[in-house]
């Protein structure tokens, strides 16, 4: 049975494993092309799960999607799964060169900045590069030493950086992830904006693989 806490710090081995056990918590997993989108915490970190899914599904690219109902409440830290615990993320990772990993986040001290992390600098660079040129009523971040510690997305151990090429860890504040409203001067909103620039990173990937 599943408690509304996830188990003790003490108690690594198996978390999310056990966490796709519980009623209600469902995974989604196509493979499809080398670039792969994540997106772990679907549920309680809201719009996540939608903006992963839409990007590979409009780009082609391959998934891993992890969606739990937010009463459950199981925030497992990205560098605490034991991706050998978890077979079908294993087979995700195995399958594709470069991860996108979508999480979001809530500070008040920080409430509306994009933060680009993960262990492949060159790519959250490009990719930093396109969000601000779409995003510009929003800070994006991708200076290392200007990200808070816990969201930099560089633990080895976190599965973004599991793959073959590494990837890229994407931050999102709740307003770029869950307000889906067209603005006043018909531009959309900035989910959709985002979900669009995650769709031609890994279409223009996946071009540059295959040439």
Not at 144 to 173: C, F, T, W, Y
Not at 192 to 197: G, I, L, S
Request: charged share 25%; aromatic share 6%; glycine share 10%.
């Amino acid at each position: 049975m599943c408690q509304n806490r996830p188990p003790g710090r003490g108690s690594v081995a198996g978390v999310f494993d056990r966490l796709l056990q519980c009623f209600d918590v469902e995974e989604h997993v196509v493979l499809r092309s080398p670039v792969g989108f994540l997106a772990l915490h679907g549920g309680i970190e809201p719009g996540t799960e939608g903006i992963a899914v839409a990007a590979s599904a409009a780009s082609g690219a391959s998934a891993y999607v992890v969606t739990q109902p937010r009463s459950l409440g199981w925030h497992v830290s990205s560098h605490r799964i034991v991706t050998a615990d978890v077979p079908r993320l294993a087979a995700f990772l195995r399958h594709v060169d470069v991860v996108v990993s979508v999480h979001g986040y809530f500070r008040p001290e920080q409430p509306d900045a994009l933060f680009v992390g993960g262990g492949r600098r060159d790519l959250a660079g490009d990719l930093a590069t396109r969000l601000r040129s779409v995003v510009e009523e929003m800070p994006v971040i991708d200076d290392l030493h200007a990200i808070p510690k816990s969201m930099r997305g560089v633990d080895p151990r976190n599965p973004v950086n599991r793959s073959r090429g590494g990837g890229v860890q994407l931050e999102l504040p709740h307003r770029a992830r869950t307000d889906a409203r067209t603005r006043a001067d018909g531009i959309p909103s900035v989910a959709a904006r985002v979900t669009a620039v995650l769709t031609d990173f890994a279409r223009a990937f996946a071009r540059e693989r295959a040439a």
